[in-house]
T-cell receptor, first 117, second 113 residues
Framework: NAGVTQTPKFQVLKTGQSMTLQCAQDMNHEYMSWYRQDPGMGLRLIHYSVGAGITDQGEVPNGYNVSRSTTEDFPLRLLSAAPSQTSVYFC????????????????FGPGTRLTVL | GENVEQHPSTLSVQEGDSAVIKCTYSDSASNYFPWYKQELGKGPQLIIDIRSNVGEKKDQRIAVTLNKTAKHFSLHITETQPEDSAVYFCAASSYNQGGKLIFGQGTELSVKP
């Protein structure tokens, strides 16, 4: 199993550009989420999904869009990049609480380091 | 909503010493408290977790304690080794929030040989 994969590893954007961060998992997890990591602020939840066709906002959703058309994929879209979105982005997945053997254990991808100039 | 505070932000210990990292949470409904370890350039990885019906859990050199009354929980690492050097995150969640975790700010642990 590849686990959780993210592409690209690094990306540099100019202000106003758009892009999609890709995330895929092969563990048949219902729950997927996106976090951003900034120095001194830990991991903050951007958006999450408890299954295909279902998404919801986390702590810091502004400026980001998500969709979940399949169990495996959960892309994160930046519609108009801003310097404040410079961060390291992590995708994670887990069995949905109560539905699997690993209660809430989240498996993280390797991250995407994004710089917005 | 839930808020998790983690201390200290940095911790330096000598190899063989113990390390303790503390977290407090605000939502009394929270009932799941995992700890993640993040090595340089990698994503966080679960190292131990505890549920609210348990006061302490051990796994070899790692232990976690939970005080629900005071709403705080701690990570204890004994006989530290250089490979324990990493950033550690605590988190909190409740069953009715599904997999939604709220993380602390992180602790950078440095173990000096």
């Amino acid at each position: 199993n590849a686990g959780v994969t993210q592409t690209p590893k690094f990306q540099v954007l100019k202000t106003g550009q758009s892009m999609t961060l890709q995330c895929a998992q092969d563990m048949n997890h219902e729950y997927m989420s996106w976090y951003r990591q900034d120095p001194g602020m830990g991991l903050r939840l951007i958006h999450y999904s408890v299954g295909a066709g279902i998404t919801d906002q986390g702590e810091v959703p502004n400026g980001y869009n998500v969709s979940r058309s399949t169990t495996e994929d959960f892309p994160l879209r930046l519609l108009s990049a801003a310097p404040s979105q410079t961060s390291v982005y992590f995708c994670a997945s887990s069995f949905y609480a109560g539905s699997g053997t690993s209660y809430n254990e989240q498996f993280f991808g390797p991250g995407t380091r994004l710089t917005v100039l | 909503g839930e808020n998790v505070e983690q201390h200290p932000s940095t911790l330096s210990v000598q190899e063989g010493d113990s390390a303790v990292i503390k977290c407090t949470y605000s939502d009394s409904a929270s009932n799941y408290f995992p700890w993640y370890k993040q090595e340089l350039g990698k994503g966080p990885q679960l190292i131990i977790d505890i549920r609210s019906n348990v006061g302490e859990k051990k796994d070899q050199r790692i232990a976690v304690t939970l005080n629900k009354t005071a709403k705080h929980f701690s990570l204890h690492i004994t006989e530290t080794q250089p490979e324990d050097s990493a950033v550690y995150f605590c988190a909190a969640s409740s069953y009715n929030q599904g997999g939604k975790l709220i993380f602390g700010q992180g602790t950078e642990l440095s173990v000096k040989p």
